[in-house]
């Protein structure tokens, strides 16, 4: 989303540069040369906390910083291209990013904006792993208030974000992800080189992201067992990479499923997939504002999702544009497959909604919130 993001200001005139923390990803290769790439330079991360004590002591008094968090890293590296470079705007996502460049416009002192991106349901981010509370938590608090705005990618996400952190009300926004772009029809009528895809005769129903523990895969092929036994025409795709592909292909070969589930891996055009996929499911246990489950909708694409913890059911619009299912629960989503490839499940279009959430709108909406006369 950040690439759409810095690929459109560039394509609209505005001078651009992409700060990385790590230069990796393959989405690199869809940078366009005139979007700069800067390296933030990694150090100790006691020498950042010198550069706190250097500029503002007074941030000291808060103890947590004797934990040595880790955005203190790229703080150095933060600074030096602030006081370097002194852009008019910042738009930051990730914690580690977000509290840096914070923090470095509060040691540096330029009147550079600073929008942060906030692109999780922060709650159920702290609980997924018990020592976030600590050594997260405490900085997002203190830091956060102090951004000129803080974005979050779905209502209920900057809902959830204001339960946890006090903000002045100015500050909190949301703003949809700059999910479709310009090239959004050339990328849907591109050629898939998967079979299934291209028989009629077949009903595949696609799953897309990264082979993790947080997108649960492993629910959606138990579903599609219990499914295949009442609609044996049915086969099932995954796109993505992850940790995880070797226990998810142990499970499709000890349910005897190796004919009719395919590890497909990473693509890097999904869309073409979904425009020709007659369900796309998402079963993940936490969401931000699924860009995934945006394209599917502007595709056209029959939808299923959990209703877990984020922006799924809002994109739905709570159940209008798509089935919403309990998280990890076999039997219900093996249910939704069933009647919605037997018609008895159907839906209102999506694809108006989504058409809307385009790189331009999103875009201007970031740049209005702190230069309205853009």
């Known amino acids: 989303m950040m690439l759409r993001l810095a690929t459109h200001a560039a394509k609209i005139g505005h001078s651009v ?29 006691i020498r950042g906390l010198l550069k706190i004590i250097s500029f503002k002591k007074g941030f000291l008094k808060f103890k947590p910083f004797i934990k ?13 291209y602030l006081s370097k470079r002194q852009p008019e705007l910042v738009i930051s996502t990730l ?45 997002i608090q203190l830091l956060y208030p102090l951004a000129d705005k803080v974005v979050s990618v779905a209502k209920q996400v900057e809902k959830d974000l204001l339960a946890l952190i006090k903000l002045p009300p100015d500050i909190s926004q ?34 897309v992201g990264r082979l993790s523990k947080q997108k649960d895969f492993s629910t959606l092929i138990n579903a599609f067992a219990i499914a295949k036994s009442k609609a044996p025409s049915i086969k099932l795709l995954i796109l993505g990479e992850g940790e995880q592909r070797l226990a998810l292909q ?46 599917a909708m502007a595709t056209g694409c029959q939808i299923i999702s959990t209703d877990s913890p984020g922006g799924s059911s809002e994109l739905l619009h709570n159940g209008t544009y798509g089935a919403l299912v309990p998280m990890k629960d076999n039997h ?43």
């Open 17 to 45: 540069e992409l700060l990385l923390a790590r230069e990796e990803g393959s989405q690199l290769n869809n940078l366009p040369n005139n979007v700069n790439i800067v390296i933030l330079k990694k150090t100790s991360r």
């Open 68 to 80: 040595l968090p880790r955005f203190l890293s790229i703080l150095d590296s933060t600074c030096e």
């Open 95 to 139: 914690h580690t990013c977000n509290l840096a460049s914070i923090m470095a416009r509060e040691c540096t002192g330029v009147n550079t904006k600073i929008i942060i991106r906030e692109c999780i349901q922060l709650s159920s981010f702290i609980d997924s792993v018990p020592n976030r509370e600590k050594s997260l938590l405490p900085y």
């Open 174 to 207: 949301t703003i949809y992800n700059p999910v479709i772009g310009s090239d959004f029809e050339e990328r849907i009528n591109e050629p898939v080189d998967i079979d299934w895809l291209n028989d009629e005769q077949t009903y595949v129903i696609l799953g």
């Open 250 to 295: 142990s499970q499709i070969n000890r349910l005897k499923l190796s004919n009719d589930v395919l590890l497909h891996g990473f693509v890097n055009n999904p869309l073409s997939y979904m425009s020709k996929a007659d369900l796309f499911v998402l079963t993940s246990l936490l969401e931000g504002a699924p860009n995934v489950l945006v394209e």
């Open 332 to 374: 219900a989503l093996s249910e939704a497959i069933i009647h919605i490839y037997t018609g008895k499940l159907t839906f209102q279009s999506a694809q108006g909604f989504a058409s809307q959430l385009t790189q331009d709108t999103s875009l201007r909406q970031y740049i209005n919130s702190c230069f309205p006369q853009h």
